[in-house]
């Protein structure tokens, strides 16, 4: 082992050790010149809050390694609820530092956490450049198959970005609402009177639909997106919402979601778009991306990028982002690795 590895300290990362919180954000920052140039830069509000509020249903494990007085690397893993995977949330080597063997102690110091969290696989996204697109760095890829990763088996991803100043979607106006439904507009916390309709619609998307769901009283039902909302504005995010109500019922019929950072004002990312398959066939996901849009102008007026990814099976969406102008930037392609590595 090298000797640099070999003396590396690891300390939680916890926010209420601000010295070692700092030297993270140093790191981070330090780093940021490793992800694609379309990324949005760091915001030092949203890794601080990143810290503090996990997203629902997850925990955190983050630590940060020291050599000496300084911090050289950090790994970070999201650990779902009831899920025998890890997940890779960050595993960085201060640029300075690497090639001494840090980058694979890190590894080893994400197996031990994954397997101190009962944990059976590693699992991490990696950015594989496009034919025909921008270049990437193709050293995680090895890196990764050095530790004994894989590709894994099931639909990779596309991550797309729309630059406002080469494309214009809302030129041509925003398309007549259907007959029989309306818009419905809000921001970053959801209205009592679709709280249930968003946590639905939006845990459908997942691997099990609310027809799997314990079906309790609303104030479990709508949990998931007050938890979510509690993260975001904890990590300073703004969010704007552009729902469509069936008149007939008053039923939500599906809605986006778009949100930032504080630290970044021309940057933006497009979240979940889901539309009811009952209410499907209408247009309605158009409508409400172009409309969510119109309203994110209204108040962030300094947005030129727009940044969103969507797995590869989902063509539809692709293919609506696309009509927009959004360009593919980038494949990511999701790896793993046993906890336990083979001897």
Known sequence: M????????????????P??????????????????????????????????????????AGEVAFLGGQAVGAVRLVLPDRAPVA?????????????QGIGTALVRRARALAGEHGRTLLVADLVQALPGGPARDGGPAAFAAAVGAAPAEGPEGVHQWLDLARHDPLAGGIPEVPAGYRLQRWGTITPDGFAVAVSELGQSLGASGPESWDQGPEAVRTSHVRRYERMRVGRGRRAYHVGVVHEETGELAGFTSASKTTGNPEHLLQGMTVVAARHRGHGLGLLMKLANLAHVREYEPLVKLIETANADDNRP????????????QERFVSWEAPVAPAV
């Open 87 to 99: 997940v890779v949330d960050q595993l960085l080597t201060a640029p300075k530092e690497r090639r």
């Open 317 to 328: 969406m692709i293919a609506l982002n696309e009509a927009m102008g959004f360009v593919p």
């Open 19 to 60: 010295a070692t919180l700092e030297a993270w954000l140093r790191l981070t920052t330090d780093g940021a010149d490793d992800v694609p140039l379309s990324a949005a830069p760091p915001c030092a509000a949203d890794l601080v809050g990143s810290v503090r509020f996990a997203p629902p249903d997850t925990v955190l």
């Open 2 to 17: 090298n000797d640099a590895a070999a003396n590396l300290r690891f300390v939680p990362l916890d926010a209420g050790d």
